[in-house]
């Protein structure tokens, strides 16, 4: 397996890049992120992308790509990934990345840049002076006269590659007060459309709910048309509802119009992440905020204490669990023992037994 074509190789190498400046063995120690960090930095969150993250590292592990450190007394678990400081050229020659030459940081210091790119003289931005000249141009070009597109379609634009603007936008190009991508290059990341089953004609007034992975969402599909409890059933796929919950406006058309929109998630730092950043995209939109499934996230707690699972997370902000109501304490002595829950564990069998006048 080459890390190239593993998302969460991509995002190893991008902040290698980052911290390295794109120079083989320029620190005295190999290049390490903590694992947690890792996943949340390339927005892999849901109980299926984590696991398909956590293969495909153990994969490059296999292959010499990384070293695994673990959780002490705790093997299974990885606390930090490590690049080895003799696979540093293996990782550039399968990214095909070639550190800066002295010239080409001499063009970067001197070329006149447009106001908007002069911070890229000082900046460690890790792009070639051919891509940053690219981005130049075009915002020297009458930028404020185009029109606000997919982000993917502006980069095939500007560099012949259309994922090279997503990997970007979490660099220190688009760091505050440098580049912003609506303003500067006149596009937007648009996010997956949102699958979504309707619910029983019985349920047509009632609130939408967005399920975070693929599993529960199939069960609570399933469960809604014998309860009759939601409108529809929306699965937000993970992270991607972040910047899907643009699409939750055509389904209320669908719908008939604007109602409460209620989350359930895994239950863990990520899981509560997810829907608070998507209320706050949502209400930039006039869209309704995004609020808890209690129900759900009451009967996933009364199944922690048999099936809470290790999870090696750092420190969680306590007001990240204030989202969850009168759910928010136990939460986070969830959290304060290093665990977590699956959502999937209140699945179809569990669905049966929970009362509908519980929603």
């Given at each position: 397996m080459k890390a190239a074509r593993s998302p969460i190789g991509r995002m190893l190498f991008s902040e290698w890049q980052r911290v390295r400046g794109g120079f083989t063995n320029a620190g005295a120690r190999p290049f390490s992120r903590r694992w947690e960090e890792l996943l949340e930095d390339a927005r892999l969150t849901s109980a299926?992308?984590?696991?398909?993250?956590?293969?495909?590292?153990?994969?490059?592990?296999?292959?010499?790509?990384?070293?695994?450190?673990?959780?002490?007394?705790?093997?299974h678990l990885i606390e930090r990934v490590v690049i080895p400081l003799i696979a540093e050229p293996t990782w550039c020659e399968a990214f095909g990345f070639v550190p800066p030459t002295d010239e080409e940081a001499r063009l970067i210091r001197e070329y006149p840049w447009e106001p908007a790119m002069t911070f890229v003289r000082e900046a460690r931005l890790n792009l070639s002076f051919a891509e940053l000249s690219r981005i130049n141009d075009f915002i020297k070009s009458t930028v404020s006269e185009r029109d606000i597109v997919p982000i993917k379609e502006r980069s095939l634009e500007l560099f012949g590659d259309e994922k090279r603007l997503d990997e970007l936008l979490g660099s220190a190009l688009f760091r505050?007060?440098?580049?912003?991508?609506?303003?500067?290059?006149?596009?937007e990341v648009i996010g997956v459309p949102l699958g979504w089953k309707r619910g029983p004609a019985a349920a047509t007034a009632k609130p939408l709910i967005v399920i975070e992975n693929a599993a529960t969402w199939q069960s609570f599909c399933r469960w809604n048309a014998e309860r009759a409890c939601f409108s529809a059933v929306v699965y937000g796929d993970g992270n991607r509802f972040i910047d899907g919950v643009r699409y939750l406006a055509d389904i209320f058309l669908e719908l008939g119009g604007h109602r409460r929109v209620l989350y359930f998630g895994d239950l863990d730092p990520q899981g509560l992440r997810i829907p608070q950043q998507a209320s706050r995209n949502a209400e930039r939109r006039d869209l309704p905020r995004i609020e808890p499934h209690l129900p759900s996230y009451r009967r996933l707690l009364s199944l922690a204490s048999v099936q809470g699972s290790d999870d090696a997370s750092d420190e969680v902000d306590s007001q990240l669990c204030d989202w969850l109501e009168d759910c928010a304490e136990p939460a986070r002595q969830l959290f304060a023992r290093q665990q977590r829950i699956a959502q999937e564990h209140l699945g179809w069998e569990a669905l049966k037994q929970f009362p509908t006048e519980a929603n």
């Open positions: 299926i992308e984590r696991g398909d993250a956590e293969r495909e590292i153990r994969e490059l592990a296999t292959g010499g790509w990384v070293e695994l450190k673990t959780v002490r007394y705790k093997p505050d007060g440098r580049l912003c991508e609506r303003r500067d290059l006149r596009c």
